[in-house]
């Protein structure tokens, strides 16, 4: 049992690392009901709806701020509606080098002193440049003089840094959480705050991404995030797996690109880069703020004019992203490395705006939701195939048509083909077997406990609120979604298993030990 929790950790944090796949976070709860039924929470839901005011700045920067008043703690979550499909060819890892950087500071935050501070970065990346073009010329000599002299400047601009300071400010003011992170289709920055702290994230939050200072230890964060890298994917068995098979699932869609960015593209990122791609995208129109806890509406909207209303106003950037065409026939992907074998079927699936999005999560859940879940009871538990066996609706993001995931790993002795035939089975009974009313029902009971947990916190309820917002236009359609849930019946689900589930639209991974 521990070592298949431990394996299961491993495949979590190579996705949560290298693609943004992120589970909710929860803190500072409050007490919704507990009764996991739609009538018991109804009028929770309703509370919320009356007690949440949205607004707009007229720079185009939005604000949805719900009231709790349960504690006296506030969360915050800046969202930025752009993430690794975003980036430019050859550019992958900018968003999410961006947000690394994003904690670096600002000309007045994390800094002794500025203005002795900026010449160093321009040369350090004047002296980047030379040493690119050298290197490109086979200039040994002159490589290893220009090194040396960006060596020196790294040291002097090294000193001027005051390391943290902006995690040491919101410490010291009784904040907690302070954190970010990447996917697909999104960047968000989160942390909690005491309710008389409001003015100070304000202040804090907006001067970041007025006058972020993205130079500042740039070269010493691509280290860290090449080593990242290394530890998730070239280093690691099923994280190498992974970026072949969304590789082999996807032939034009960005969502083939990891978002931590492949290794030589990430090398090759400069700080011009970082600074055009945030010009583009953190502009206020891009950007959607969440507000929950023991605020004023009014107070919040003051003080979001006074601070966020610097931002000079810019047209939202518009998608450039292509549209993946469909796929028509089984595709496969081989990988060979030190390591128990592992076994992954994907199949493409709607956006989450789809009307069938209910469904699909109600398939996700069926096949393999926890124990009681199809794939665990056959493949783990009755046959023995499999140490475990899972999957995800929505990977690698859901904001446009994605995969339905499913993964096992296979149990000494067994083979991935086994496994493979196995998991086939549970997955052509969706289409041939109606779906009992009992075991709907015990999914959707599921579906609502999540939800209610998902939402039993600020943080938790924040994160909520911004998803649906910005991938399907309403932060209303989250308070929906517990109908639509209960709405899905066997046929529905027999519906789309038979659509979806087909070998033309299937695509097979296999990790496999390194022939001897």
Same mark, same amino acid.
């Given at each position: 049992?521990?070592?298949?929790?431990?394996?299961?950790?491993?495949?979590? !944090?190579?996705?949560?690392?290298?693609?943004?796949?992120?589970?909710?976070?929860?803190?500072?709860?409050?007490?919704?009901?507990?009764?996991?039924?739609?009538?018991?929470?109804?009028?929770?839901?309703?509370?919320?709806? /009356?007690?949440?005011?949205?607004?707009?700045?007229?720079?185009?920067?939005?604000?949805?701020?719900?009231?709790?008043?349960?504690?006296?703690?506030?969360? %915050?979550?800046?969202?930025?509606?752009?993430?690794?499909?975003?980036?430019?060819?050859?550019?992958?890892? $900018?968003?999410?080098?961006?947000?690394?950087?994003?904690?670096?500071?600002?000309?007045?935050?994390?800094?002794?002193?500025?203005?002795?501070?900026?010449?160093?970065?321009?040369?350090?990346?004047?002296?980047? *440049?030379?040493?690119?073009?050298?290197?490109?010329?086979?200039?040994?000599?002159?490589?290893?003089?220009?090194? #040396?002299?960006?060596?020196?400047?790294? *040291?002097?601009?090294?000193?001027?840094?005051?390391?943290?300071?902006?995690?040491?400010?919101?410490?010291?003011?009784?904040? $907690?959480?302070?954190? &970010?992170?990447?996917?697909?289709?999104?960047?968000?920055?989160?942390?909690?705050?005491?309710?008389? /702290?409001?003015?100070?994230?304000?202040?804090?939050?907006?001067?970041?991404?007025?006058?972020?200072?993205?130079?500042?230890?740039?070269?010493?964060?691509?280290?860290?995030?090449?080593?990242?890298?290394?530890?998730? $994917?070239?280093?690691?068995?099923?994280?190498?797996?992974?970026?072949?098979?969304? =590789?082999?699932?996807?032939?034009?869609?960005?969502?083939?690109?990891?978002?931590?960015?492949? =290794?030589?593209?990430?090398? @090759?990122?400069?700080?011009?880069?970082?600074?055009?791609?945030?010009? !583009?995208?953190?502009?206020?129109?891009?950007?959607?703020?969440?507000?929950?806890?023991?605020?004023?509406?009014?107070?919040?909207?003051? %003080? #979001?004019?006074?601070?966020?209303?610097?931002?000079?106003?810019?047209?939202?950037?518009?998608?450039?992203?292509?549209?993946?065409?469909?796929?028509?026939?089984?595709?496969?992907? !081989?990988? @060979?490395?030190?390591?128990?074998?592992?076994?992954?079927?994907?199949?493409?699936?709607?956006?989450?705006?789809?009307?069938?999005?209910?469904?699909?999560?109600?398939?996700?859940?069926?096949?393999?939701? +926890?124990?009681?879940?199809?794939?665990? /009871? *056959?493949?783990?538990?009755?046959?023995?195939?499999?140490?475990?066996?899972?999957? %995800?609706? +929505?990977?690698?993001?859901?904001?446009?048509?994605?995969?339905?995931?499913?993964?096992?790993?296979?149990?000494?002795?067994?083979? $991935?083909?086994?496994? &493979? !035939?196995?998991?086939?089975?549970?997955?052509?009974?969706?289409?041939?077997?109606?779906?009992?009313?009992?075991?709907?029902?015990?999914?959707?009971?599921?579906?609502?406990?999540?939800?209610?947990?998902?939402?039993?916190?600020?943080?938790?309820?924040?994160?909520?609120?911004?998803?649906?917002?910005?991938?399907?236009? *309403?932060?209303?359609?989250?308070?929906?979604?517990?109908?639509?849930?209960?709405?899905?019946?066997?046929?529905?689900?027999?519906?789309?298993?038979? #659509?979806?589930?087909?070998?033309?639209?299937?695509?097979?991974?296999?990790?496999?030990?390194?022939?001897?």
């Amino acid at each position: 049992m521990k070592q298949r929790q431990q394996l299961l950790l491993i495949f979590v !944090t190579v996705i949560f690392f290298s693609w943004g796949f992120l589970p909710e976070i929860a803190l500072a709860k409050t007490a919704p009901p507990t009764k996991a039924n739609s009538a018991s929470i109804q009028p929770y839901l309703d509370r919320v709806v /009356k007690n949440l005011t949205e607004f707009r700045l007229d720079n185009g920067l939005k604000f949805i701020v719900l009231e709790r008043h349960q504690a006296p703690v506030v969360s %915050f979550v800046t969202y930025a509606d752009v993430g690794g499909v975003d980036e430019p060819v050859g550019q992958t890892g $900018v968003a999410h080098f961006l947000e690394h950087l994003a904690f670096k500071g600002t000309i007045r935050i994390g800094t002794i002193d500025y203005k002795a501070e900026k010449p160093l970065l321009d040369k350090l990346e004047q002296l980047d *440049s030379q040493i690119r073009a050298a290197k490109a010329a086979k200039k040994t000599d002159e490589v290893e003089k220009l090194q #040396a002299q960006f060596n020196s400047v790294e *040291s002097q601009a090294v000193k001027l840094v005051k390391q943290n300071e902006l995690g040491q400010i919101v410490e010291q003011a009784g904040g $907690v959480g302070l954190n &970010a992170n990447t996917s697909t289709e999104a960047t968000r920055y989160l942390y909690s705050f005491p309710a008389n /702290k409001l003015e100070l994230w304000m202040s804090l939050e907006s001067e970041r991404f007025l006058e972020p200072v993205l130079g500042r230890e740039f070269y010493k964060e691509k280290q860290v995030i090449l080593e990242e890298r290394r530890l998730r $994917v070239e280093n690691s068995p099923i994280g190498l797996m992974i970026e072949k098979f969304v =590789d082999a699932a996807y032939k034009v869609h960005p969502y083939r690109r990891p978002v931590i960015g492949y =290794d030589e593209d990430i090398r @090759n990122l400069t700080p011009a880069n970082i600074r055009d791609f945030f010009a !583009t995208y953190y502009v206020p129109s891009n950007l959607t703020i969440a507000v929950v806890g023991d605020v004023n509406p009014a107070q919040v909207k003051q %003080f #979001a004019q006074i601070y966020f209303g610097r931002y000079k106003s810019s047209p939202k950037p518009k998608s450039k992203i292509a549209t993946e065409p469909k796929q028509t026939q089984t595709r496969e992907v !081989t990988v @060979n490395f030190p390591s128990q074998p592992w076994y992954l079927e994907g199949y493409h699936r709607p956006a989450i705006t789809h009307p069938d999005e209910a469904v699909y999560n109600i398939i996700g859940r069926l096949l393999s939701d +926890g124990r009681t879940s199809r794939l665990y /009871k *056959s493949l783990v538990e009755e046959k023995r195939l499999a140490l475990a066996a899972q999957g %995800f609706s +929505g990977f690698p993001g859901d904001k446009y048509p994605n995969l339905m995931l499913f993964y096992a790993l296979t149990a000494p002795g067994r083979s $991935v083909d086994e496994v &493979a !035939t196995s998991l086939r089975a549970e997955i052509e009974r969706l289409k041939t077997e109606p779906v009992t009313e009992a075991e709907l029902k015990r999914v959707k009971t599921q579906a609502r406990a999540e939800l209610i947990e998902a939402l039993d916190s600020n943080m938790g309820m924040a994160q909520q609120l911004l998803e649906y917002e910005v991938k399907t236009g *309403s932060w209303r359609n989250l308070f929906k979604q517990l109908g639509r849930l209960e709405a899905v019946g066997a046929r529905d689900v027999q519906r789309v298993a038979r #659509a979806t589930f087909t070998p033309q639209n299937r695509t097979i991974g296999k990790l496999l030990p390194k022939s001897k």
